[in-house]
């Protein structure tokens, strides 16, 4: 945990990104800077019909305008069992009201309605003259959180409600009939944490699809908790605090509109067994790749620089249908075994790779512009890396090289050559996220 926050958090100040120098002087697994209050029902909150209890966190020592969360909890749960997310949230900076259910066998569409309902009674607290929150909630910047069957109800409430500003769904739980893009398509920007081996709400079944048909004009961002079970999601100490760590920077980037932590939500956690997003950080020098990982041998490269060159982090979204990945001289990284032999990730080296199914790969970092960095290639066979972005003709990308006669055979991961003595081209376009194997007569560079 503590390797990624200060990879991460070195990018943010080289960024220059001051409203995040708070996060950095504090540990995201413990209280944040701010000390909390709570209050409830018996503190003159509204008692609201469609949920069964409620205690509001809020941070004391702080002048701003705050954001705030509802979270409620999952089918047979009570209150108690998502309340860890309040004094959390509120220790940095974001009201947290934690309700509970009229029955606790509400299903998702009622557990809808009481987030709804409890959006009310928030609200109030704001011009309720003894609340300590009078004048200081911005009613107009809400997110609704909640667990297995909550988590599944705060998608179908913000269905309901175009105003909610970011949902939140842990470990989600819908019926399969409301697992569609008609119910799941709204614009809030939906963080999903799920986990490897929840055997109530499985996430191949729940929170997978959720993701996929969420969309995708809507940032959205899943990550599932490796050798994580149903209530992973309940504490935001899981998986070594990174649970807290995203959730807290989803909340910071999408409902508080602060740009600085969304660099952290590119990298993936080491806790991942997968995270996969679609977001963008428009004010950031970081760059994300998506690289397809296909079922079987192939090649990868990337064209960015990662935060963290260690090949055990930069496999890690995948590892769990890894096999085996090989360098250009053999060196081998064999997670069974949890053996690196490959060591640090090369700038320009490609990857030979094994998976037992396709997935993809989100690789976070500084873009190598291809026109200012050459690729050294030994005499002999190597692995190398395809620096562009985009499709590109295979031929305008090795001409200069092939005008210096050491080539001999260029190949992709399925065998299609290039074969300059023939004049052949069976490569066809390079393709971004791809690797490529080349045999040359002598050390040469290649310049894209």
Known sequence: MRKILLSV?????????????????????????????????????????????????????????????????????????????????????????????????????????????????????????????????????????GWSMGGGGAQIAAKMDSSIKVVIALCPWLETGLISEEYLNHQAPILFISAEYDGIANASLHATPQYELSSETTPKLIYEVANGGHTVANYPTSGNGEVGLIALSWLKKYLLNEDCYCPILLESPETASMYMTNINCENSNLNAQEIECTEGWSIISTYVNPINTNFSNFIAPVVNNLIIAKDYIGNAYLPEWDYNGIGNIEQGQGYLIKMLNTMSLAVVGEQIIASENSISLNEGWNLFANFNTESTNSDLSFAALVETENVIIIKDYIGNAMLPEWEFNGLGDLQPGRGYQIKVTANCELQY
């Open 9 to 145: 958090f070195t990018i943010l100040s080289l960024n220059s990104y001051s409203q995040c120098d708070d996060v950095i002087s504090s540990s995201i697994t413990n209280p944040g800077i701010y000390e909390v209050a709570t209050l409830s029902e018996s503190d003159g909150v509204r008692n609201g019909a469609d949920y069964y209890g409620s205690t509001i966190y809020y941070p004391i020592n702080t002048n701003n305008f705050l954001g705030s969360i509802v979270i409620v909890p999952g089918f047979v749960s009570y209150e108690f069992s998502i309340q860890e997310w309040g004094p959390f949230l509120a220790s940095h900076g974001i009201v947290c009201m934690t309700i509970g259910t009229n029955s606790i066998f509400e299903q998702p569409n009622q557990r809808a309605t009481a987030l709804l309902d409890a959006m009310v009674s928030l609200k109030e607290e704001n011009s309720r003259n003894a609340s300590p929150l009078n004048s200081k909630l911005d009613i107009d910047n809400i997110a609704l959180g």
